[in-house]
Structure formats: C-alpha cells, structure tokens
C-alpha cells in the first residue's frame, strides 16, 4: 500500500517530470507558427496520453524506439484519471447479450439506473446501437468472449514488468474482488455467466453469507450473497499509477509535448506526421492514436470507420470515508462498484449515460451512487467528497481496436477500450509493440480493418 509521504512524492516527482518536459518542449518546437515543418527525431509518434497511450508508449520507448508522446491536456488528465482502477480480468463476457439487452427497457424506466440515454443523442447513436444488437446475437458473444478472453488472459503478465519497473507495485492491490448481489434468485441466475468465465481461465468462488461476513463484515446482511474472484486487483489511484507509468516513460527517454492535433499528414498512402492546431507539422513515420473517444477525429478523414462512442460514467470520492473494506466490491445488482483507495478513500463508480461526449455532465448521476453504498455499508462520511464524469471510449462489440490502418501505412489505432481501459493498456501497448518490431503480427480481429 502507499502511504501518504510515498503518494506525495511520486506526485512531486511526476510534476517535476512535467516541469522539465514542458520546458523542453518549449525549446523544441521553436521555430513555431504556420506552414513550419518540425524535425520528430522520433520513431514513433503517440497522439493521446491516457493510459493507453502512455502504456503504449511506455512499452514501444522499452523495446528501443525514441517515442514521442502528443495530448492537448496534461498526461493522464481525461478519462484515465477518475476510473474505478480495477484490472478486471475476469470480464471476458462482452456488454452486449440476450440478458443485457431484457434488462434494458427496465433500467431506461427507472431514473436511479445504472443506464440513461439522452434522447437528443438517439439519431446520432442509432448506427452504434444497430451494432450493438448485432453484437448480442448468440454466435457473436461466443466469437467476442473468446477475443476478449485472449486479452485479458495475458493482462497480468503484460502489466506486471510495467508496474514493477516504475515503482508501481504498492499502489496494485491484489486482494481479490467480491461480486454482490441483492438477493440468492438473482445470483442463482448469473451463475451460467460465471461458469462461462470459469470455462475461459476466470477463478471464482461461491460464497455463502457467513464466507462473506468473514471477508468484508461491512457488508450490510442485505449484501452477502456473493461470488469472490480471487485474480481479480484494482490500483488504489488511477490518476497517480497513470502518472506513474507516464514517469517511467519520460525516465526511459521517452519525451512528452502539449499540443492539440489538428490532423494527420500522409503522402503516397503512407504516413508522415502531424499537424498542429497552430498549423505547425511534426514529422514522424509511424503515428499510433490513442485518443481515448476522439479517435475517430483521425479516422473519418481517412474513410476508416471506427464506431466509437462515449458510454459516459460517473464517480464520487469520499477521501474521509475511512474504508470499511479490504477489497473491490462489484455490486452487480445496481450496477456499480466500489473501490477502497489509498490513505482510507473510497471511491463509488460506474453508471451509463449515452450522450453527446460534449453534453454537460449530469452530476445527479454521480449522487445517486450515495445512497445505493450507504445500503451496502451504513452511513458514509461525505466531508471533501468530489464528483466526476468521463468518457469511456465505447465500440458495441466490447473489443478493442488495436492495430495497424489498412488505409494509411505505418498508422495504427489504440481505442475502443470501453469498461477495461486500464485493464488492458499494457497488453494493448505489448501487442502493438511486437507488432511495429516484426515479433508477433496482431490478429485480425483486433484490427480497425474489421470495420
Ligand atoms: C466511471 C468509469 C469507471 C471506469 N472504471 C474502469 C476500471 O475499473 N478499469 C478499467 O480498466 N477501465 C475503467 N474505465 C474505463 C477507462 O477509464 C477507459 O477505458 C480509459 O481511461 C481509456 O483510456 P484512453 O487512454 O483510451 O482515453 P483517455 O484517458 O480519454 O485519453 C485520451 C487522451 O487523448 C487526448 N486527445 C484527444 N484528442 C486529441 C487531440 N486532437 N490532440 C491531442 N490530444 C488529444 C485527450 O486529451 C486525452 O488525454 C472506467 C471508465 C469510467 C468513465
């Protein structure tokens, strides 16, 4: 676990990271303005610091390329700063099926569920939504499961070398993760998902009240019918492990730079850099985009279909809470979690809002998670508590897209991570890292091609 005196340091050694690197860019990018084309120097180019980005790039930096990282905004400042931290592996079931969808119309009724659209948004999410119910069809769950299956198998492994060379390893907690569920008929009715889990290398467990009491005795006796999932870890801050793996990356060499993308620049059906929004260019024979949601800014110009939406989720953080609890707490009957941080923090998240990603937030969606915890572990204390919104980059089929364009050479795609973003980032970096060096090609079915 990191204690506080630990917490601030990598927080001032990260900013101070920054620091240096904000300087640094300042004198590289000079001559600026206009129509002036930048020297990279870099073998790879990486639009997008989230996590995926920086793990990609952290991962490529590794393997003995010069990276260059690009965002608009201060590394891991967007959806990757405020998510529920869990490396959930044992989410090999993808979003869409035939229970998922019964349940729809539902929680679509009910203004406390953990699913809203914004029904201004419908025309535009139509395509995405066809998609989804395409996706939910029988012979195409057991195609996503298995893909997804393969992702998340290897999850560990490729995130294990990143977090143990960035000084990551007391911020990962591995205690496991409890599956809550309101009532025995409702679990007995999720246990054919468990056992298809358990069919794809997922380790779960049944547990009884009394095994429930013993591991979590918070846990309101409303709330002990359970499935433990014992491979299942969460870092205790997403915002500050992010920060971490950014830090290694710039300790490796790599270097960052802080500026909006306007576009990307190719000659000959191959490509060559980008452009700024200040119209200055960078050049750079390979450009991996990692825009989280706003990927598709890069892929419409090049007729590459990337079906990306936002799935928006909400968070509250009660730094005083003082955790009543050991582990990751899924509540699968109200469809959020919650998530034991660092120094006695809690945090309360999940919720689906489809919505314009430029819509403002509707914080009485964060709110809402209050009550439903307070159901689960008695009065919470809220003093300091904060809210937040953000974007899940979202495909329907669950699976990410990973790889290179089939339209535009040395162009490669890292989004659609949907719920598992964090879970998947080293892997995604792995992937497209063994891919650029010749190792191991991805395969197709993780590819935009498949669009
Ligand atoms: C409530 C909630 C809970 C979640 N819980 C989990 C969890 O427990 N485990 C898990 O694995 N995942 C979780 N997720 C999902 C996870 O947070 C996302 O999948 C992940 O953050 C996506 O990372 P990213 O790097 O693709 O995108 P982002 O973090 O959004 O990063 C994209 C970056 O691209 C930059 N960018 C975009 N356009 C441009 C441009 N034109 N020029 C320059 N920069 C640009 C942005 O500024 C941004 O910094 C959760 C999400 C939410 C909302």
């Not at 002990?224 to 793996?245: C, K, Q």
């Not at 689906?352 to 159901?375: F, G, H, I, N, Q």
Request: charged share 20%; hydrophobic share 40%.
């Amino acid at each position: 676990m990191v204690d506080s005196t630990q917490r601030r340091r990598l927080f001032s050694r990260a900013s101070a990271a920054l620091h240096g690197i904000s300087l640094r860019a300042v004198v590289q990018s000079r001559p600026r303005g206009p129509n002036v084309t930048r020297t990279s120097g870099c073998d790879a180019l990486v639009v997008g610091a989230g996590v995926v980005g920086i793990a990609t790039a952290l991962q490529l930096q590794l393997a003995g390329l010069e990276v260059l990282l690009l965002d608009q905004n201060p590394p891991a400042s967007g959806t990757s700063s405020g998510n529920a931290g869990a490396i959930a592996i044992s989410e090999v079931l993808p979003l869409a099926d035939a229970k998922t969808l019964r349940k729809i119309p539902g929680w679509l009724f009910d203004p406390m569920g953990p699913l809203a659209v914004r029904w201004r948004h419908l025309p535009t999410l139509a395509p995405w939504l066809s998609r989804y119910l395409l996706a939910s069809r029988a012979g195409s769950v057991s195609k996503l499961t298995q893909q997804l299956a393969y992702l998340l198998g290897r999850t560990l492994s490729d995130l294990q070398p990143l977090v143990v060379r960035s000084g990551l390893d007391g911020m990962w907690r591995r205690q496991g993760a409890l599956m809550v569920y309101a009532t025995q008929k409702e679990l007995r009715a999720d246990l054919e998902g468990w056992k298809l889990r358990g069919k794809h290398g997922v380790n779960w467990q049944l547990c009884n009240p009394e095994q429930v009491y013993s591991l979590e005795p918070a846990l309101s006796a409303q709330w002990r019918n359970a499935v433990s999932i014992t491979d299942f870890s969460h870092v205790e801050d997403p915002y500050l492990f992010t920060l971490g793996l950014f830090q290694q990356f710039i300790a490796e060499g790599g270097r960052f730079e802080q500026h909006p993308v306007a576009a990307l620049r190719q000659q000959g059906g191959k490509v060559t850099g980008v452009m700024l929004r200040d119209g200055q260019t960078i050049d750079s024979s390979r450009v991996i985009v990692a825009s989280g949601v706003w990927s598709d800014h890069f892929s419409k110009p090049i007729s590459q279909n990337l079906p990306l939406e936002s799935e928006r989720g909400y968070h509250l953080t009660l730094p005083h809470a003082q955790s009543p609890l050991k582990r990751y707490v899924m509540n699968h009957s109200e469809s959020f979690v919650v998530l034991p941080m660092g120094n006695g923090a809690l945090r309360l998240a999940g919720t689906v809002e489809l919505a314009s990603r430029y819509a403002a937030p509707d914080y009485r969606r964060a709110r809402m998670l209050l009550s439903k915890a307070e159901s689960m572990l008695g009065t919470l204390n809220t003093e300091g508590m904060t809210e937040w919104m953000g974007n899940r980059p979202s495909v329907p089929e669950t699976v990410p897209v990973i790889g290179p364009s089939a339209k535009v050479d040395q162009l490669y795609f890292a989004t659609g991570h949907g719920h598992l973003g964090l879970t998947l980032s080293a892997t995604t970096g792995a992937m497209l890292r063994d891919h650029i060096v010749g190792k191991q090609p991805i395969p197709e079915e993780y590819r935009p091609s498949r669009y």
